[in-house]
């Protein structure tokens, strides 16, 4: 009885949720609210935060928000969602239209609807300033930065690049004038705003491609893309749209083609998951290993030293170690990444790999320290007593009779934060390396789905991380025997 | 060998050793017995510098000690005066030879084969010689003690200083401990200065006992004199409780 009621009810709840989704323009009509998102990190012209009024939004597609929002009779509401992520979020109806640069490819195409375009863009190749490149084939084999899933790393892909991933749309071209990619491809509205000002930089005036913005609908929202192209058509006679567009800057003659340009064409993409995909995750497997045993050779004996200075360096090493250790625990990682790779530039050039290792081990190095720090009170004092009798020096106290015994105490505790480290390594795809996470993201773009690889990744992450678990144990049964402490 | 004058503690607020005078002379071996708190053992650590002292001096083993020990050859004295602890204090992630050739190698300098001889020669004479490969968890009591004893031997003592090596100790184990300690005293010229509780330990091996009250030596001389007439509430207290 009970679970026929359940299966009622699930069957009743199911009914709702497909009946909600059926007609999202009621939905709005009835809320008096067209829910859009986009990523703010997308910055200028887009949609951002207005610096004189900081948690205002302010934007072109703001502006085209509210207008069509105003002709669809409700009022425009912006949600946040992760770019890489809008259009699985927009399927899962977390906000009811994504506009936010969103270009009209013809893969977006098959799998939500999407409106007339509001924009025009043209790609736009940055190079450095010495640079004699006049198109795609004359950087080819170089390192061309770019936006994970835009349109052009479809084109970079597609042209045979590997491209180099950026998060946000400034690193790119602070990048290239530094020289630590050869070029940058994206579109105008970015290229024009970030990177053709800066004196070291030169945007190359051939064209590479054009395409436009459109709104991104859910697939069963007919109604609603309907409505949204008339109000768009409707903005676009009345000049309303011409308005927005000039008073950003925007405006240029190409914008009258509007509906004359076709969807590019989506880059040959992988439908199913092949040898060549497992082969890349596998790459990106090795690269998180060894990310992590590297930055890990960092953070162990530096933690040690950390942990010494705090126990036995008296004053200056005591109040030097807590120091560091607090600051580096006290401060997000990803934080410190960014200031290791970007922030430190102008003084130190390290590559993304070397910035990624020594980011995470010397953060890392910090909870090491207070491990080892741990170990090292929990070994009886009468141990270095003994020592000090039979005339060791501090040094040789140290090394044959503390740490010997510290580091089986921390163990468990290291092993953990080895397996923790080999997580948290994901972090450093934001400073453009592409290990087993970002990976990940990438494939599936080209999967057209999270599940398959989501679930490639986590098996990956699994089998780096459980036979060390495993090593660890054995190790801890040989060093210590299985003296648990008894119970009585 | 040793020379104590005026030696002086506090622990805070309260004066652990308050003018400490005595001497012990070369191959003399000397026991300090009296209530717990009373000094003895901090005495004992202040003669290898694990304490030091606020005032007085001492010397021992030819290096002169002053207040706070600042300057003295650390590892040179330790070297050459050694010492056994209650607890034993092993190195548990080291077998009984390694725990014994550990400081010969580290501290002399001693080759791995020409330590471990030598290692194997004194677990013999404290009556381990087959345990060598053993580790500390698996021994008992008293032959940890032992191990220690053999450990502290290893280097080229002039003075070896005990506290309280059978305290830790089953009645039956502290025996054998008597028993390597007796053979100890007969074949070597070893300066032994011994902090114990136990009367029979006192009393058996010591040519001058001291009995110690409140950080001062109050009454000192033969065991057998003090044992047959003890002056000292102290001393009168500890014979009367035949502590064995």
Known sequence: ?488 | MIKLRGLRKRFGAQDVLRGIDADVAAGQIVSIVGPSGCGKSTLLRCLNVLETFDEGSAEIAGVTLAPGASGVPLQSLRASVGMVFQEFHLFPHMTVLENVTLAPRVVLGQSEAAAAKHALALLEQVGLADRGAARPAQLSGGQKQRVAIARALALPLQVLLLDEPTSALDPEMREDVREVLRKIAARSKLTIVLVTHEMRLATELASELWVMDAGKIVERGAPKEILASPKSDVAKDFFARRGD
């Open chain 1, 1 to 488: 009885m009970n679970v026929r009621l359940l299966i009622a009810v699930v069957a009743a709840l199911l009914l709702f949720a497909r009946a909600a989704r059926a007609d999202t323009l009621a939905d709005v009509r009835a809320r008096g609210v067209l829910r859009w998102a986009g990523d703010i990190q997308g910055g200028e012209p887009y949609v951002y935060e207005d610096e004189k009024q900081p948690g205002k939004l302010v934007g072109f597609e703001v502006e085209i928000a509210d207008a069509l929002a105003k002709r669809l009779g409700v009022r425009a509401k912006f949600v946040q969602a992760d770019w890489s992520n809008l259009v699985p979020s927009l399927e899962r109806a977390d906000f009811d239209v994504i506009m936010n640069g969103l270009e009209a490819t013809a893969e977006r195409r098959e799998r939500i609807l999407l409106s007339r375009p509001y924009f025009v863009y043209r790609e736009t190749l940055a190079v450095p300033r010495g640079s004699t490149a006049q198109s795609l084939d004359d950087v080819r084999g170089k390192r061309i930065a770019t936006l994970n899933q835009t349109f052009a790393w479809h084109l970079l892909r597609a042209r045979g690049f590997e491209p180099v991933l950026y998060e946000g749309v400034q690193e790119p071209y602070s990048d290239l004038a530094r020289g630590r990619v050869d070029g940058v491809l994206l579109e105008n509205v970015i290229a024009d705003r970030y990177g053709c000002g800066l004196p070291e930089i030169r945007c190359v005036e051939d064209e590479i491609a054009r395409g436009t913005y459109v709104i991104g609908i859910r697939k069963n929202d007919g109604a609603l893309k309907i409505a949204i192209d008339e109000a768009l058509d409707a903005m676009k006679k009345s000049g309303e749209l011409r308005a927005i567009l000039e008073r950003w800057k925007l405006w240029a003659p190409e914008q009258n083609d509007l509906d004359a340009i076709a969807d590019l064409a989506a880059a040959p993409a992988p439908r199913a998951i092949d040898r060549a995909q497992v082969v890349l995750f596998l790459q990106g497997a090795l690269v998180t290993l060894g990310l992590t045993c590297a930055a890990f050779a960092i953070a162990m004996p530096f933690g040690i030293l950390l942990a010494i200075a705090r126990l036995y360096g008296g004053a200056v090493g005591r109040v030097a170690s807590a120091t560091y250790v607090e600051i580096l625990r006290g401060t997000p990682v990803l934080l410190q990444l960014y200031i290791l790779y970007y922030g430190l530039a102008p003084f130190v050039r390290l590559g993304p790999m070397t910035a990624a290792i020594v980011g995470l081990g010397l953060n890392y190095a910090a909870y090491e320290a207070e491990v080892h720090r741990g170990a090292l009170l929990a070994v009886p004092r009468g141990q270095s007593e003994a020592a000090a009798a039979l005339g060791l020096t501090r040094v040789q106290t140290l090394r044959h009779v503390l740490l010997p015994q510290s580091l089986r105490h921390a163990l468990p505790a290291v092993t953990n934060d080895f397996v923790a480290l080999l997580k948290d390594s994901s972090l450093v795809s934001v400073i453009t390396v592409v290990e087993l996470t970002k990976r990940m993201t990438i494939a599936s773009v080209e999967l057209r789905g999270w599940l398959v690889p989501g679930l490639l990744c986590a098996a990956l992450y699994f089998a780096l991380s459980f036979p060390l678990a495993r090593l660890s144990r054995r190790l801890e049964k040989r060093l210590h025997g299985d003296q648990a402490p008894r119970l009585a």
